[in-house]
């Protein structure tokens, strides 16, 4: 199985910056894309931006202007770049990996482990 590992979560302030990098275990070409998710306690796991092999990206509108999805294909990693962070954006935020091109959660294959980012008023 691949594995993806995320970090860079933390606590920051309203309006404070965050880079958050996920790691495969391995170069998944097969992957069309990869994506960042978020669930924060008692909601629903949301679709966040994903990004495909050559680069093409799409955002939730959530996110959309804030936050930016970026892959490094040489080594094996996705970042999330989120500027302009708020209170609403606090959630734990997973990255994975999907053979479509979707932002349906349950057409992503696998899933790392989560990091936590909690933003401060």
């Known amino acids: 199985q691949v594995q993806l590992v995320e970090s860079g979560g933390g606590l920051v302030q309203a309006g404070d910056s965050l880079r958050l990098s996920c790691t495969a275990s391995?170069?998944?070409?097969?992957?069309?894309?990869m994506g960042w998710f978020r669930q924060a306690p008692g909601k629903e796991r949301q679709f966040v931006a994903y990004i495909t092999w050559s680069g093409g990206t799409y955002y939730a509108d959530s996110v959309k202007g804030r936050f930016t999805i970026s892959r490094d294909n040489a080594r094996n990693t996705v970042y999330l770049q989120m500027n302009s962070l708020k209170p609403e954006d606090t959630a734990g935020y997973y990255c994975?990996?999907?053979?479509?091109?979707?932002?349906?959660?349950?057409?992503?294959?696998?899933w790392g482990q989560g990091t936590q980012v909690t933003v401060s008023s």
């Open positions: 391995r170069r998944t070409f097969s992957s069309t894309a």
């Open positions: 994975a990996r999907t053979t479509a091109i979707t932002t349906v959660d349950k057409e992503y294959d696998d």
